[in-house]
């Protein structure tokens, strides 16, 4: 998670940068997957104010509270987000609408969604493993497809994560 702490009108020193930081650590307890998370603390005429701003997901929370003293303002601007927070996590682990099904048992009833942005007709030239892997890397893509001269069979060359190369070949079964 990314913490973004602003100041306006008062100084942070390191023990309140500590206590938000901790504050906000404990969210993670609750939802895992918060982006970034932003604290504005500002003071006005005595009264001192915190804004929480955390983004999770497709969801963006705000909370904000004010009190006469710093750490009280944090500490109820930090309880209101952690609400909604939990509000959240219980959005999203009830499945309403799935009465009587598992999420897994639904996906394995109807099978993966596949969705396809791209579909495009590729023509496919003889040549050996070599010049397919410069094809691909002349044309920026992780993998190729091609015929291999030889062979005369499709095959599929692609680049690993360790800078390697990989090569499926076909095979009946």
């Known amino acids: 998670m990314k913490i973004h702490?602003?100041?306006?009108?008062?100084?942070?020193?390191?023990?309140?940068?500590?206590?938000?930081?901790?504050?906000l650590t404990k969210l993670t307890e609750f939802?895992?997957?918060?982006?970034?998370?932003?604290?504005?603390?500002?003071?006005?005429?005595?009264?001192?104010?915190?804004?929480?701003?955390?983004?999770?997901?497709?969801?963006?929370?705000?909370?904000?509270?004010?009190?006469?003293?710093?750490?009280?303002?944090?500490?109820?601007?930090?309880?209101k987000m952690e609400s909604q927070v939990k509000k959240y996590k219980e959005k999203f682990s009830e499945h309403r609408g799935l009465s009587g099904f598992e999420m897994s048992e639904f996906s394995t009833l109807m099978g993966p969604q596949a969705v396809f942005s791209v579909v495009k007709d590729v023509?496919?030239?003889?040549?050996?493993r070599e010049e397919a892997v410069k094809e691909m890397e002349k044309m920026g893509y992780n993998f190729w497809?091609?015929?291999?001269?030889?062979?005369?069979q499709v095959q599929v060359v692609f680049k690993r994560l360790d800078s390697t190369y990989g090569l499926l070949l076909p095979v009946k079964k």
């Not at 100041?7 to 940068?17: D, E, S, V």
Request: proline share 5%; no cysteine.
């Open 5 to 23: 702490l602003v100041a306006r009108k008062i100084k942070l020193n390191q023990p309140i940068k500590d206590f938000i930081e901790a504050r």
């Open 31 to 79: 939802v895992d997957n918060i982006v970034w998370a932003q604290v504005i603390v500002s003071v006005e005429k005595k009264i001192y104010s915190a804004e929480v701003i955390a983004h999770a997901g497709h969801q963006t929370m705000k909370a904000a509270a004010e009190s006469d003293e710093l750490y009280p303002a944090i500490d109820k601007a930090m309880t």
């Open 123 to 128: 023509p496919i030239k003889p040549m050996n």
């Open 145 to 152: 497809m091609f015929l291999e001269k030889d062979a005369k």
